[in-house]
């Protein structure tokens, strides 16, 4: 697959236009659609390190044939599984066990890979916003994976047993310490206590074309 290619992979993935890819890189719209349709085209220096920002890898990754192979293969298989989709005054209840996430009354197709025990919330707010690299905007759908272990760096949705909040955060481990941090640099990062639960961890997100 040339490079041209696993970017619009990619960028479908993340539900962008051609526009929106460019507004998060050096890159013109005629340059993005250039390189996405003509299988000689080259990006270097620069324009390559800020697509490869934009898309969330290292340049070394956007040009590794079989990594990214791999990765546009799982995500682009046809829907086969439905999850539901939750209301974020959900989850509370769903971790004390007053409520099945079976009893949704809506649901969502998501790639097979997903695992089983998984759901879907639409993201209500700016705090996962971000100028450069992976963005999850306002009524932007993600998928939560609650048997997957949270690393550092993830995309997390958590709660807090004590308040009941729940929150979309990228979970960020610094030594003993574990924090909530969002990506839109207005809002504060939140240090992470016994309080905290991690319900689960973010494998994918969908946002429709305008």
Known sequence: ??????????????????????????????????????????????????????????????????????????????????????????????????????????????????GENSFALMVENDLMTSSAGRSYPMGCSVFVDRDKKPKSGDRVIAVDLITLDSVFREYVVDGSVKYLKPLNPQYPIKQCDENTQIVGVVVGSYIAEQ
Not at 7 to 19: I, N, P
Request: glycine share 8%; proline share 4%.
């Open 1 to 114: 697959m040339d490079l041209g290619k696993k970017v619009k992979a990619l960028r479908k993935l993340r539900g962008w236009s051609q526009e929106e890819l460019a507004a998060r890189t050096s890159m013109s719209r005629g340059r993005i659609g250039q390189l996405e349709t003509n299988p000689n085209a080259e990006v270097k220096g620069a324009n390559l390190v800020s697509l490869a920002n934009a898309l969330g890898f290292s340049t070394e990754k956007l040009l590794s044939n079989e990594e990214l192979v791999a990765i546009a293969g799982i995500q682009l298989k046809p829907v086969t599984r439905k999850i539901p989709i939750l209301r974020w005054d959900n989850l509370a209840s769903i971790i004390k066990g007053e409520m099945l996430m079976e009893d949704s009354d809506r649901w969502a197709g998501c790639p097979d890979d997903i």
